[in-house]
């Protein structure tokens, strides 16, 4: 399998750290580690939506906790990111509910339409396809989520008419 390695510059900037500070305040001075996700929520927006190791390390740095700790959460949770990954990411939910709904043929079809496979990203860096655990949408399915949006009771159209919206820049992802 390949393996490559991407190079991400790291920018914690005054505004982002006035953020993660603000985040921290929330917890008692010696329990940092509890704003660790919502830390990682920030860094990875200010961060084109992915976590490198350096940037896990800087996280893990500012909270006073080990590099492990940081990826130990990055790596459970799908929302995190370990590579680059497209502007418009569709992470359609896989889980039960949404998988007798016809979820999987539902994330094939955004594959096959746009010529990637499960975890990949367009050459273009416009679009990425994921799989992921319920969203808590069941009765909705089958669903994705793409950036703070739900998208419900999926059918082919809707996910052409969705690509079209996102390639004319009609999508807002916050
Ligand atoms: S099973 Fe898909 S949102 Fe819960």
Request: hydrophobic content about 35%; aromatic content about 10%.
């Amino acid at each position: 399998m390949e393996k490559r390695v991407y190079y991400q510059e790291i920018n914690i900037t005054e505004e982002l750290s006035a953020r993660i500070n603000e985040l921290v305040s929330h917890y008692p001075a010696d329990k940092k580690k509890s704003a660790l996700i919502p830390v990682l929520h920030v860094v990875q927006d200010a961060h084109e939506n992915w976590l490198s190791i350096p940037l896990m390390d800087k996280v893990a740095e500012i909270l006073g906790i080990t590099p492990i700790e940081v990826y130990e959460v990055v790596t459970f949770y799908t929302m995190f990111n370990q590579k680059p990954v497209g502007k418009y990411m569709f992470e359609f939910c896989r889980t039960s509910c949404c998988a007798i709904l016809g979820g999987d043929d539902m994330m094939e079809y955004a594959c096959q339409k746009l010529g990637v496979k499960e975890g990949e990203t367009t050459p273009d860096g416009l679009f990425s396809v994921a799989g992921v655990e319920c969203l808590g949408a069941c009765g909705y399915g089958p669903m994705l989520q793409l950036g703070d949006f739900y998208h419900e009771k999926l059918t082919k159209e809707k996910i052409d008419a969705l690509i079209e919206d996102c390639k004319q820049g009609k999508i807002n992802l916050y």
